[in-house]
């Protein structure tokens, strides 16, 4: 079992920058895929960004070269940093979990989620 606790949320101006972090509890954290996805009001959930077990990160494309996911296995902590925010980028963000490699950028495939954390960009 895996509990994900997002933070880092919040309201900035266009072009500023955030990093939230997630929080992970549970002895299997080092050996898990870790996701961040986001979903706007009367939108489904999409991935931004995604990090293997073993470091291989995957970016939605329209945040290549903004956003930078990172994880500390020590800490049990993901990471994502993200420069240059637009509007658009207005959504929840959740942190996930999953405990297989494959697959990595599909909502569907993810057994361990958070609570979310709202990030507002105005323009």
């Known amino acids: 079992q895996v509990q994900l606790v997002e933070s880092g949320g919040g309201l900035v101006q266009a072009g500023g920058s955030l990093i939230l972090s997630c929080a992970a509890s549970?002895?299997?954290?080092?050996?898990?895929?870790m996701g961040w996805f986001r979903q706007a009001p009367g939108k489904q959930r999409d991935v931004v960004a995604a990090?293997?077990?073993?470091?291989?990160?995957y970016y939605a494309d329209s945040v290549k070269g903004r956003f930078t996911i990172s994880r500390d296995n020590a800490k049990n902590m993901v990471y994502l940093q993200m420069n240059s925010l637009k509007p658009e980028d207005t959504a929840v963000y959740y942190c996930?979990?999953?405990?297989?490699?494959?697959?990595?950028?599909?909502?569907?495939?993810?057994?361990?989620w958070g609570q979310g954390t709202q990030v507002t960009v105005s323009s």
């Open positions: 996930a979990a999953k405990n297989s490699n494959n697959r990595v950028t599909l909502t569907t495939t993810y057994s361990y």
């Open positions: 549970g002895r299997t954290f080092s050996s898990s895929a």
């Open positions: 990090i293997t077990s073993g470091g291989s990160t």
